[in-house]
């Protein structure tokens, strides 16, 4: 299904590199209107924003918040797609990623502390128990 609004983020930030890229063009003048012919599409294609359509202030930023976001998941791996295809055990699957990840980071820090500071190694072995007890927990909570 094609939405309908485009992503106004990806818009702005099209926006951003094409008058970088005017700027600090050292291209022929023929390349130049190029650019300048494209930034403007782009401009025309932004103008369809209206914080009034949008209904306010806060009801424009919340659709601007949610087209970063959707930016943000589909920059490097479309996760909208991979979600459409899996369903939605794909959005619980990559969170359970994403806190496994950062408990192996805490893990990490704490095995470096240990090693700095000998007074509080029982602590931290306390602690490394614990993420170790957690990550396990995550771990069988994968299905894979």
Request: proline residues 4%.
């Amino acid at each position: 299904m094609e939405n309908p609004q485009p992503n106004f983020y990806d818009l702005a930030e099209e926006r951003r590199g094409l008058r970088k890229a005017v700027r600090e063009s050292e291209e022929s003048e023929t390349a130049k209107k190029v650019l300048e012919k494209t930034l403007e599409a782009v401009n025309e294609e932004a103008k369809s924003f209206s914080i009034k359509e949008a209904g306010g202030l806060k009801p424009a930023r919340d659709i601007l918040k949610a087209d970063k976001e959707r930016s943000d998941r589909s920059a490097w791996i479309n996760e909208e797609v991979i979600e459409q295809e899996i369903g939605p055990s794909f959005a619980d699957i990559s969170e359970l990623e994403e806190n496994l990840a950062d408990l192996r980071d805490f893990e990490m820090r704490r095995l470096r502390e240990m090693q700095s500071d000998p007074h509080a190694q029982k602590a931290h072995e306390r602690l490394l128990k614990t993420i170790r007890d957690e990550k396990n927990n995550l771990e069988d909570r994968l299905p894979f």
